[in-house]
């Protein structure tokens, strides 16, 4: 057993009414899930491929707590990437043997309107072995029925394309990813012109980047979540579509990869890198 998806993004941000907002104008797509845990809300978009958790701290408790201080010392933004495995279980002895231990966490979250609640089991890698990056394994066995999308207007968001992860260790970084997380190996190249040294490693049908600056050099610095490329099937139409919807988006632009076309989002809530890609016209 391994990893076999990239469940969710979970990110972190003070106002979540703010964050909702802004995410329903960039996805072109309402939440499907609003709920409450141990003094904290969140509203969760179910992509085609991922979801999108946003969260934020709105009372006392350990999760709200734990918000606070990650935003008092890092600021509004990626906090972890949760990856999918069908038997946790056997997933957290394959890598306690590769010096990887997890721990449990028991996640509920319970709508304030309804009552209705949804559970999750997990464990958390110890960050000491994911060199600061938050990531955890959430079960999803074969015969659970997937999660509903998320509600969706006109030319929405589709799924998630890649996420970055900057390291200041490129082949440390490609042991935990490759090696001990047993993600498949793309790609491993160093471009002077970009100075960057890029791996993507495919889960799923989507990409982690890693990325590493090659004029900062090797150092034993955390790792960090980055940023996110949101996949739409057309390009023009989603520009149109968040232009009139208020989002701040550049000119679209020839995408690095044959065949396609991105823009940047300029506004995205939590501060976080955004680029949108789809099909060159």
Known sequence: MTINALDHIAMVVSDLDAAEAGYSRLLGRTPNWRGTMHGASHAWFQLGNTALDVIAPTGEGAVGDGI????????????????????????????????????????????????????????????????????????????????????????PVTGLDHVVINTPDPERAAALYGARLNLDMKLDRSNPDWGTRLMFFRVGDLVVEIAHD?????????????????????????????????????????????GTAVFTVKDAPGGVPTLVIGPQA
């Not at 933004?77 to 002895?93: C, N, Q, V, Y």
């Not at 610095?221 to 996949?231: E, F, N, T, V, Y």
């Not at 919807?245 to 044959?258: E, H, L, M, N």
């Open 68 to 155: 606070r201080a990650r935003i008092a010392s890092h600021g509004e933004g990626l906090w972890a990437l949760s990856f999918s495995t069908p038997d946790l279980a056997a997933e957290r002895k394959r890598l306690e043997r590769l010096a990887v231990p997890t721990y449990e966490r028991a996640e509920v979250s319970t709508n304030p309107d309804t009552g209705a609640t949804r559970e999750w089991v997990t464990a958390a890698l110890r960050t000491r072995s994911t060199h600061g990056a938050n990531l955890i394994l959430v079960e999803n066995r074969p015969d659970a029925a997937p999660w509903p999308q998320a509600e969706a207007g006109e030319a």
């Open 214 to 258: 090659l004029k900062a050099g090797v150092s034993d610095g955390p790792d960090a979540i980055w940023g996110l490329s949101w996949r739409v099937a057309d390009i023009p139409a989603a520009h149109a579509r968040m232009s009139a919807a208020g989002v701040q988006v550049s000119d679209i632009r020839t995408g690095r990869k044959p």
